[in-house]
């Protein structure tokens, strides 16, 4: 149980973030729903636009696809189809995380003269491969099953571009 006080930061923080994500979204993000012939399987495939470099929180397309979906309990993979781009899991109460997240993959995988692949995005590459393609969510209670502090983001890291997709894939069961 937490304190009255607790709940209000916790509350006001939240408020800020939802301010700060409104102020940050650089994403435009449309969606085509791919129904299977099983009404517990449905795939939703979402388009957007991405910055530069950057983490774009989708957390509230996948809310939506688990909505429109219907499933109450099950698993849900938010997938990217791409080399140069990837999908997390973190923290949504303080945007310096998205911006410590970023310097620390630059930090670790720089971009290097070495490098031989002739579009001069190998560290995007390699940022990609180690942060991941997808991610899975419970579904409990017709909702995807995130900690308090916890939003998904789509990972670009070789943009800007205008045609990324994100896959979200909902299995009931």
Known sequence: MISATEQFFSDAIYAVQEVLNAADVLSDISANTIHSNRGDIMLFDFKLSTPDEGLVDITNEVNAAVRESGVLEGICVIYCPHTTAAITINENADPDVKRDFLLGLDTSFPDLNDFRHAEGN??????????????????????????????IYFCEFDGPRTNRRFYVKIIGG
């Open 122 to 151: 190998s560290d995007a590459h390699i940022k990609s491969s180690t942060v991941g393609a997808s991610e899975t969510v419970i579904i409990s209670g017709g909702k995807p099953l995130l900690g308090t502090w916890q939003n």
